[in-house]
């Protein structure tokens, strides 16, 4: 296994003290698993790595999951507050992109503290329209919204997400953010920059660290020491102690064990992915936030 993948033996947190919260995305466990096992089985992992949240990924349920107020119940049984990720985006040009209202409603049967939306196209709405989106979104019964810088052109651009913001701010709409430290690469632009301009509206911070293969194609890789060195000074910009998730790979770099059938065995896979996730949990919950 590579050094920051050991299956290493971390002391239990003294819950006693105040820490920084972290969360896990089921995506760090893998599409192919998640999809074939479902979100859920990933629950006791988070749980048993004394995470803190889950963050439940709408590209990984079916198109027609309906059962969100079970998997609510799954989390809440764990202790696991629930963060609501969607790929969709907030805005279509001038207007709230259609399916708001639907990810909405779907947040709030999970029984979700934030909902997480990409940015989308965002070139400027009237006050009606942003009137309209502030009761939508404080009638939802989800507590806190957030968009997301991603990785294309207009949901990842410094400039358009500066705007939605600061127009947010000025109609009175509680729109947070989610930083995505590792997507301001894919759109070239520095996170330490993006940090420095948007820090006082973030919320939730996705962390993860990119490589490049061969053909320069980017990927989101376990973060290094130097890189949670560096992002210590990206993070005074952010409110102190500020939630941070895990967004990266969390996977066993050693062959799986299988049984006559082929099959892995799921209880080396449980065993090895909780030690693993506990181990990356301790280490971006050491990031400071201090001043």
Same mark, same amino acid.
């Given at each position: ?50 995470? /803190? ?10 198109? /027609? ?21 969607? &790929? ?8 709230? &992109? ?26 400027? &709405? ?118 941070? &998730? ?18 892995? /065995? ?26």
């Amino acid at each position: 296994m590579s050094s920051h993948l050991k299956m290493v033996s971390v002391p239990k947190l003294d819950r006693s003290s105040t820490l920084p919260q972290v969360a896990v995305c089921t995506s760090a466990f893998g599409s192919t698993l998640m999809l074939a096992q479902g979100q859920a089985a990933s629950l006791d992992w988070i749980h048993e790595a004394e995470a /803190d949240k889950v963050e439940i990924r709408r590209e990984l349920l079916p198109t /027609d999951f309906q059962a969100f107020d079970m998997l609510g119940a799954q989390c809440a049984e764990r202790a696991l507050g629930v963060i609501y990720s969607t &790929a969709d985006g907030l805005w279509n040009a001038t207007r709230p &992109a259609e399916s708001v209202s639907r990810r909405l409603r779907e947040a709030n049967a999970l029984g979700a503290e934030s909902i997480k939306f990409a940015l989308g196209d965002y070139r400027g &709405a009237g006050r009606d329209t942003w009137e309209a989106l502030s009761s939508l979104l404080a009638d939802s019964g989800v507590p806190q919204i957030l968009i997301e810088n991603d990785q294309t052109s207009r949901g990842g651009s410094l400039s358009a997400m500066i705007a939605c913001l600061k127009d947010a701010e000025h109609a009175g709409c509680s729109l947070g953010m989610t930083f995505d430290i590792g997507n301001w690469q894919w759109c070239g632009a520095s996170a330490q920059h993006a940090a420095e301009r948007l820090g006082r509206h973030v919320r939730y911070v996705h962390c993860k660290g990119v490589s490049s293969d061969t053909a320069g194609k980017r990927h989101a890789c376990v973060p290094s020491d130097r890189d949670l060195i560096e992002w210590s000074s990206m993070f005074r910009h952010f409110p102190k102690d500020v939630m941070r &998730a895990i967004e990266y790979p969390l996977q066993p770099t050693s062959s799986l064990a299988k049984d006559e059938m082929g099959n892995i /065995d799921f209880r080396y896979l449980s065993a090895a992915l909780t030690s693993i996730t506990r181990r990356e949990v301790e280490r971006l919950r050491a990031i400071t936030t201090t001043q």
